[in-house]
């Protein structure tokens, strides 16, 4: 069974750094994109970073210039280093990726469980 797990967050203060971690699991021939979204209460799950296979990156425009989403391919994990966070970062942050379990087999989405992020000012 294909799964993600998510890094622990945290509580930071408005203007520190956290980096989230991601790994994924299973069954994997190939990891195609992967990315980062957020939920805040009262709001739709959006996206915050994505970085597709061939290493091309992709941000919201809230998180552009603070944020920088990473991946290691042998070790199936993607990152997302968050740098000068506000208090409208707050949030569950959710990894996402679609994973081909063998080759030729259709790629399958997972999400990861969620992590609390929570930005004091």
């Known amino acids: 069974q294909e799964h993600l797990v998510e890094s622990l967050g945290g509580l930071v203060q408005a203007g520190e750094s956290l980096r989230l971690s991601c790994v994924a699991s299973g069954r994997i021939f190939k990891l195609n994109d992967m990315g980062w979204y957020r939920q805040a209460p009262g709001k739709h799950r959006e996206l915050v970073a994505r970085?597709?296979?061939?290493?091309?990156?992709d941000y919201a425009d809230s998180v552009k210039g603070r944020f920088t989403i990473s991946r290691d391919y042998a070790k199936n994990m993607v990152y997302l280093q968050m740098n000068t966070l506000k208090p409208e970062d707050t949030a569950v942050y959710y990894c996402n990726t679609d994973v081909m379990p063998f080759m030729g087999w259709t790629s399958v989405g997972y999400w990861g469980q969620g992590t609390q992020v929570t930005v004091s000012s």
């Open positions: 970085i597709t296979s061939e290493g091309s990156t």
